[in-house]
C-alpha cells in the first residue's frame, strides 16, 4: 500500500504506532522532519511552486535552467573551483561570508528541487563565516588552508548544533537511535573537528540510503533521489545526497562513505571528481554507521569534487593536522610530496609509467557509453605516450563473494532494530537484506575467519599479479596504476543494478580510487552491439537492461586505482589521465 506524505509516495508501515518508543506514526515524524528543515530556508530563497513543478518536468537540471535561476554574484562565485576560491578568500577579494552565502543559496535551490539535504545548517555556517572573516581581518591571513570553504557532508557525520538521522526515521530527535544522552547536537565526528580548525565551514548534511546498503538513494524521510544530469536514473549511493550536491555545486567539496562503491559510483552517475581513499588516511571517528564493529574490510571516507586539485588539496590538508595523534586507527604517514614528483632517466627526461588497463573484468561488460569512456581515455593516453597493459588480475567474482560474507556477516541486526525504533519499513531498495522475520543468521565465528583467511589470500594474489607486470613493461617497472569502468552503466536506471564488483573489489584490496569523468551517453551513438554474447546470466540481464534512449545524457566515468596508501601517486597519475584527455579532447595531442 502506498500513500501521498508532503507530495512523495512512500510505503505504508506494516506496524501500528503507539508503543512507548513510537509516540508518532513515523510518517508524522518524517513529515515534521522535512517541515523543521525546509523552515530553515531563508523566505528571499525560497523558489515559486512553478519552478519547482518545471523542474520535476526536465529531463536535466543541469546547465541553462539551474543556472538561470541564480543571479549573477551567486553564479560567478559558486563556479569556482576550491584552490581559485581560496586565493580569492586569502587576498581578500571575496570574503567568508559572501562565499558562504553564495553557496548556501544554491544548496538551498538544490535541496527545494532534488531533496538531497537531511540537515540545513545555513544561519550557523554564516555565523562562522563571519566569525572568520573577523578573524582575518585582525590577523590579516587566513586561519587555515580551507578557511572559508563551504563544505557539506553525509548524514553519518556529527556536527555540533545538527542532528544526525543517518535516514532513519527512528533516529530523529536523539543519537544514534538512543534518547537522553546528552549527545543530540553537542558531539561531532573527528573529521568535523579537523576540517572546522582548517577553517572550512559546514553548510549541511545529504541524503543518504536507508541502511547504507544500496547503490541508490532512497529513504522514508525524503523519498527518492534522481539524478540531476538525468531524471529519469537514480543519482547512485550510498552517498548520492551528496554526488547531487557536488553536481549541482552546492558546495566547493563534499565528504561521503564508502564500503563498496558509494562514494565512487555516485560521482560516475552524477559527472564529478572522487577520491576513496585506502583506510587509515582519513578519520572515520565517532562517525555514524551500520556495522559498526566490522573492522575488517572497513568503511573510508570519500572526497567528492570538482577537480583532482581539489581532491589534493583537502586530503593534504586533512594530513596537516596530524589525524593520527586523534584517532588511533589513521595511519602515521604525512602528506609525501616525493610521492608526486616525475621520475627521471639518466638524460633528465621524464620516465612515463606503464598503466593497466581493464576494458571489462570477464564477468559483467560494461554499456556501450562506459565502453566509449574507456575507449576515449585508452586512445588518449596512447597518444601522450603511455605503454598500456591488458590488466588480468584475479577474478572479481571471487571478491565479490567475499565482500557480501565479510560486510554482512552479521546479518544486519543493528539495520533492523534502527526500522523497529519509528516502525518504519525498509525501501525497497534494500529488499532482501532481511529475512522474513528479521535479521538473516549471522555467520559463525569460525566461518567468518575462514572468509577473513580467504580475503588474505586474495589480497596476497592480487599484490603478486600486480608486482609481476614489471615483467611485461618496457621500464622494467611493474603498473603505477589500473584503470577500470566505474561500474557497467553509465547511470542507473531504477531497480536495475546487478553488478558491483568494479568498485567493492577495491574496498576488498583497501586500495585507493579516483574517479575521473570522461563523457555522456549519447544515444545516437552508444548502439547495443548486435555481436555481443554475456560472459555469464548476470552479464545478460545487465545488458538486456541498457536501453539508449533512456541513458541519454548520463555521465561516463573511469576509476583509477593504486596501490594501498598510494594516495599521493595515485592522484598525481590522476592529474596527467586528465591532461592527457584534455589535450585528446582539445586535438592539440
Not at 78 to 92: K, N, Q
Not at 185 to 205: D, P
Not at 422 to 435: A, N, Q, R, T, Y
Request: with cysteine.
Amino acid at each position: 500500500m502506498m500513500e501521498c506524505v508532503d507530495g512523495m509516495h512512500l510505503a505504508s508501515s506494516g506496524y501500528a504506532a503507539g508503543s512507548d518508543a513510537r509516540t508518532k506514526p513515523w510518517q508524522v515524524v518524517a513529515a515534521e522532519k522535512r517541515q523543521a528543515d525546509f523552515a530553515k530556508i531563508p523566505p528571499e530563497w525560497v523558489l515559486a511552486p512553478l519552478v519547482v513543478a518545471e523542474a520535476k518536468m526536465r529531463r536535466s537540471l543541469v546547465g541553462p535552467f539551474f543556472e538561470g535561476l541564480l543571479d549573477d554574484e551567486t553564479r560567478r562565485i559558486t563556479v569556482m573551483d576550491v584552490p581559485e576560491l581560496f586565493v580569492h578568500i586569502s587576498h581578500g577579494s571575496l570574503t567568508a561570508v559572501q562565499v558562504v552565502t553564495a553557496f548556501s543559496k544554491r544548496a538551498a535551490y538544490i535541496h527545494q528541487l532534488t531533496r538531497n539535504m537531511l540537515e540545513i545548517g545555513f544561519d550557523m555556517a554564516l555565523k562562522r563565516a563571519r566569525e572568520l572573516d573577523e578573524y582575518f581581518r585582525v590577523h590579516g591571513i587566513p586561519i587555515g588552508p580551507l578557511h572559508g570553504i563551504p563544505v557539506t557532508v553525509k548524514d553519518q557525520f556529527h556536527i555540533r548544533g545538527l542532528e544526525t538521522s543517518m535516514a532513519f526515521v527512528g533516529w530523529i530527535g536523539t543519537f544514534e537511535g538512543k534518547k537522553g544522552t546528552g549527545k543530540e547536537k553537542h558531539f561531532e565526528s573527528e573529521l568535523i573537528k579537523e576540517l572546522h580548525n582548517l577553517g572550512a565551514v559546514m553548510i549541511g548534511k545529504t541524503s543518504l540510503v536507508q541502511s547504507i546498503w544500496s547503490p541508490e538513494t532512497s529513504n522514508n524521510i525524503l523519498g527518492y533521489l534522481w539524478s540531476p544530469h538525468n531524471q529519469r536514473l537514480s543519482s547512485g549511493g550510498s552517498s548520492g545526497g551528496e554526488a547531487v550536491m557536488q553536481a549541482l555545486r552546492g558546495s566547493a567539496f563534499g565528504i561521503g562513505t564508502d564500503i563498496g562503491g558509494s562514494v565512487s559510483m555516485p560521482a560516475s552517475y552524477n559527472g564529478i571528481f572522487s577520491l576513496k581513499p585506502s583506510s587509515g588516511r582519513i578519520s572515520m571517528k565517532d562517525v555514524a554507521n551500520t556495522g559498526p564493529g566490522q573492522q575488517v574490510m572497513p568503511t573510508v571516507a570519500g572526497i567528492m569534487g570538482h577537480s583532482i586539485q581539489t581532491l589534493r588539496l583537502v586530503l593534504k590538508s586533512l594530513l596537516s593536522t596530524e589525524p593520527w595523534l586523534y584517532d588511533p586507527y589513521i595511519v602515521p604517514l604525512p602528506w609525501r610530496d616525493a610521492e608526486e614528483v616525475v621520475d627521471k632517466d639518466t638524460r633528465g627526461e621524464e620516465i612515463k609509467p606503464a598503466i593497466g588497463f581493464m576494458e571489462n573484468d570477464g564477468v559483467v561488460t560494461p554499456h556501450p557509453p562506459v565502453r566509449r569512456a574507456l575507449c576515449i581515455v585508452k586512445e588518449a593516453l596512447r597518444k601522450a605516450g603511455y605503454q598500456l597493459l591488458d590488466w588480468n588480475p584475479p577474478s572479481n567474482e571471487e571478491s565479490l563473494q567475499i565482500h557480501g560474507q565479510i560486510a554482512r556477516g552479521d546479518g544486519c541486526p543493528d539495520v533492523w532494530e534502527a526500522l523497529q525504533l519509528s516502525g518504519e519499513p525498509e525501501v525497497p531498495e534494500i529488499e532482501g537484506l532481511f529475512g522474513p522475520y528479521g535479521p538473516r543468521e549471522p555467520m559463525s565465528l569460525r566461518e567468518y575467519q575462514d572468509v577473513v583467511v580467504h580475503m588474505r589470500d586474495y589480497r596476497n594474489r592480487y599484490q603478486e599479479y600486480w608486482t609481476s607486470t614489471s615483467t611485461e613493461t618496457e621500464n622494467g617497472r611493474p603498473v603505477e596504476v589500473f584503470i577500470s569502468p566505474v561500474t557497467a552503466t553509465a547511470g542507473l536506471l531504477p531497480d536495475k543494478f546487478f553488478y558491483c564488483e568494479y568498485t567493492s573489489c577495491t574496498n576488498v584490496l583497501d586500495y585507493p580510487t579516483v574517479v575521473v569523468p570522461v563523457t555522456f551517453a549519447d544515444e545516437s551513438v552508444d548502439k547495443m552491439d548486435p555481436c555481443f554474447k554475456p560472459f555469464s546470466e548476470t552479464d545478460r540481464i545487465n545488458m538486456e537492461a541498457y536501453d539508449p534512449s533512456s541513458y541519454h545524457g548520463a555521465p561516463a566515468a573511469v576509476q583509477i586505482v593504486g596501490r594501498r596508501l598510494s594516495e599521493e601517486r595515485l592522484l598525481a597519475m590522476a592529474q596527467r589521465v586528465v591532461d592527457a584527455l584534455k589535450r585528446h579532447m582539445s586535438g592539440s595531442d
